[in-house]
Each structure stands twice: as C-alpha cells, then as structure tokens.
C-alpha cells in the first residue's frame, strides 16, 4: 500500500527512526559502564503492584485482564482482591526472610480504600510508585489535557498526604500513557517513570518540566504475563528469573552495573502454590556476590550521581 501526500504534513514528527523527541537514541553496549555502591554487580529491583480493580469498570478504552464478564463480576474483582488482603502478604513475608526490599505501585484509590498496606510500606521504609487512581482509570490518546492534569495531581496529592513520602515514580495503568502524560507527571514533581519498556538501563527522558528518566520496568518478567497469559508453569517461571539474572550477572563482570527488574502481581505470585517457586528463583539470586536490593529511587539516584 502506497502512502499518501499528507503522511508526513498531518503527523509533522514523523521522520525516520523514532517518531518524537523524548529521548536520544544510544547503543547500550556503547555508552560508559555504569558502578553500583560497594561495586555490587547488580541492582536487584523488585516492583510489588497493588492494584484496584473497580467492580463497574467502565474505562475509556480495553483493560488488558480487566473485567470480562457482566456486572457485577465478582470473579474476577475477588481474584484481584486476593492479592491485596492475602497474596501480598506472602510475598513481604518472602522478601523479609531474603533482607529483600521493593518498590511497590499502588492506586491511590487502593491507598485510600487499605491505609493498613501503606503502613505496611512504611514500616519497611520502602518506596511507593503512583500507579494512577485504579485501574479503571487509564491514560489514553486523545484524552483531555486539562482532565488528565486534574486526575495526575489528585493521584499524587492523595498518594503524598497518606504516606508521607515525596513519591518520586509513575507507572500508568496498564502502562497506557496520552502524549501528554510525561509531561504532566514531571510537572507535578515525578522524578521517573515506568512505561517504556525499551531499555536494560535508565535513560535521560524530555519532558516540558525538564529531563526525567525512565526506569527499565520490564514486561518479560512479569508473573502475571508470564504464568497467566502465556500459562507457563511455576518452574518455567523460575528458569525465566535465574536465566535472566546469570546473563547480566556475567554481562555485568564486562559492561558495568546491571538492573534486574522483577514485576509481582500479589494475586498471581501470592497464590499459596506459586509463592515457594518465587521464593526459589529469589534465594538463587540473592546467593550471588556483589548484589544490590534497591527501590526505583536509589538504582536512579546512583545511576545519575555516575561520574
């Protein structure tokens, strides 16, 4: 199919490569070797998602494993709801026993709803990532500028006033953004987020408060895609996380620091007959010199202070 004359005047970024200007494009194996604290090989960054799924969700475009059946859908509220009354439990209890910690993402809604899981956050002093209201809320292209400024800074206000913390990261719902959505988060104070999942590292992202960066939050090893939708087994889920980590394990001894970002649903990892085969996959990990269990935070805050 031929394209026509106004391809390029109706979509003025359209160009070769890349089709805007949030970042520059680089080479990974080109750029200089990154040094953890205490030259520890790599950063060990485990994502915990504490989601809100509302019973009548009514989203502006399709949720991914979202709602399918007619309301009310208790099947698949209750399963998502497990994750936060039971499964996330198992999974700190985990990361205690290991002296692991996490960032964990939340909908502000849930924090609202649950208080008792950001005390739990706290308690640890572990990081908080805003993950928009809940997850009947996504961000979308097309969505009202004005609207989606209002709903970014209510989410943080809301996020900020009941745990105390700056919040410094944003993931999206879904990971689903707007053109506009970098912009309004750096705005309001956001430091990184979480949605492009095209980097090992973080790297340098435009937006029109300033330079943020964009954290390598990866889609690969997320549990919920790898033993929901693709229904691979908990042993092949665990062959997943060790391969991954002995290559940047032995990658890191020639190019610097890594970053092994490991993405946990509660609901789905939680479960009492999976957890066991998360806690193998983490020992294995942990078994290793030279790595680091850090928050968002602190891997960028280490990153960005490299001389």
Same mark, same amino acid.
């Given at each position: 199919m031929s394209l026509t004359d106004d391809y390029v005047t109706k979509y003025p970024r359209r160009q070769h490569g890349m089709d805007h200007d949030r970042y520059a494009w680089s080479q990974l194996h080109e750029r200089p070797n990154v040094a953890w604290p205490n030259g520890d090989r790599v950063a060990?960054? &485990?994502?915990?998602?504490?989601?809100?799924? %509302? !019973?009548?969700?009514? %989203? #502006?475009?399709?949720?991914?494993?979202?709602? =399918?059946? %007619?309301? %009310?859908?208790?099947?698949?509220?209750?399963?998502?709801?497990?994750?936060?009354?039971?499964?996330?439990?198992?999974?700190?209890?985990?990361?205690?026993?290991?002296?692991?910690?996490?960032?964990?993402? &939340?909908?502000? #809604?849930?924090?609202?709803?649950?208080?008792?899981?950001?005390?739990?956050?706290?308690?640890?002093?572990?990081?908080?990532?805003?993950?928009?209201? /809940?997850?009947?809320?996504?961000?979308? *292209?097309?969505?009202?500028?004005?609207?989606? #400024? =209002?709903?970014?800074?209510?989410?943080?206000?809301?996020?900020?006033?009941?745990? *105390?913390?700056?919040?410094?990261?944003? !993931?999206?719902? &879904?990971?689903?953004?707007?053109?506009?959505?970098?912009?309004? =988060?750096? #705005?309001?104070?956001? /430091?990184?987020?979480?949605?492009?999942?095209?980097?090992?590292?973080?790297?340098?992202?435009?937006?029109?408060?300033?330079? &943020?960066?964009?954290?390598?939050?990866?889609?690969? !090893?997320?549990?919920q895609q790898i033993l929901v939708t693709l229904r691979h087994t908990e042993q092949e889920y665990v062959d997943q996380l060790k391969d991954q980590f002995d290559f940047l394990y032995a990658e890191s001894e020639r190019r610097g620091g890594r970053i092994m970002a490991i993405n946990l649903n509660p609901w789905v990892t939680g479960q009492a007959y999976r957890v066991k085969s998360l806690e193998e996959a983490l020992s294995y990990i942990v078994s290793h010199e030279g790595v680091w269990s850090a928050t968002g935070s602190e891997i960028l805050d280490a990153f960005k202070g490299q001389p």
């Open positions: 060990l960054w &485990i994502v915990t998602q504490l989601q809100w799924f %509302p !019973l009548d969700m009514k %989203p #502006a475009v399709p949720v991914p494993a979202g709602m =399918a059946r %007619p309301y %009310p859908d208790y099947w698949d509220y209750t399963l998502r709801d497990y994750g936060n009354r039971i499964g996330v439990f198992r999974i700190f209890k985990v990361l205690d026993k290991l002296g692991l910690k996490s960032s964990v993402a &939340i909908n502000s #809604a849930l924090a609202d709803m649950y208080p008792y899981l950001v005390e739990q956050v706290n308690r640890r002093s572990w990081e908080l990532i805003a993950n928009g209201l /809940d997850m009947g809320h996504p961000h979308y *292209g097309g969505m009202d500028e004005g609207e989606e #400024a =209002a709903l970014i800074k209510g989410v943080l206000d809301s996020l900020r006033e009941l745990s *105390g913390q700056p919040i410094r990261g944003w !993931l999206s719902p &879904i990971r689903s953004e707007s053109m506009n959505t970098p912009d309004l =988060a750096a #705005a309001e104070g956001i /430091d990184y987020i979480c949605d492009w999942a095209n980097d090992d590292m973080p790297f340098a992202f435009k937006t029109k408060s300033g330079v &943020i960066h964009n954290m390598p939050h990866t889609m690969e !090893l997320d549990d």
